[in-house]
């Protein structure tokens, strides 16, 4: 089992900026790909970015591509979205995820068995 932890969201003015963290606990987390994706009001869960197990490889949405950023410390077993520009439409339920598919397949939220409880991010206009 991995244990996953969100933070850092908030409610931040359009063209500002946020950096969210999550902590993961339980097994090896340099095991893991990781994860993030969003949930807005009425909307469903959608991929936002991943990065692959050693932090080489990242990938993100056409919608955040230029304003985010994925990263992770293997040795604080946390990852990161480093977040500019913010736009309302960015507003949402941030979650972190965990998963051992290849990196090819990382768009794919059935693909993460592990998942935090989400933190909120608001940006208004």
């Known amino acids: 089992q991995v244990q996953l932890v969100e933070s850092g969201g908030g409610l931040v003015q359009a063209g500002g900026s946020l950096r969210l963290s999550c902590a993961a606990s339980?097994?090896?987390?340099?095991?893991?790909?990781m994860g993030w994706f969003r949930q807005g009001p009425e909307k469903e869960r959608e991929f936002v970015s991943a990065i692959s197990w050693n932090g080489v490889n990242k990938q993100y949405s056409d919608s955040v591509q230029g304003r985010f950023t994925i990263s992770r410390d293997n040795a604080k077993n946390t990852v990161y979205l480093q977040m500019n520009s913010l736009k309302p439409d960015d507003t949402a339920v941030y979650y972190c995820?965990?998963?051992?598919?290849?990196?090819?397949?990382?768009?794919?939220?059935?693909?993460?068995?592990?998942w935090g409880q989400g933190t909120q991010v608001t940006v208004s206009s």
């Open positions: 995820a965990a998963s051992s598919v290849s990196f090819a397949f990382l768009r794919r939220r059935t693909n993460y068995p592990y």
């Open positions: 339980g097994r090896t987390f340099s095991d893991y790909a």
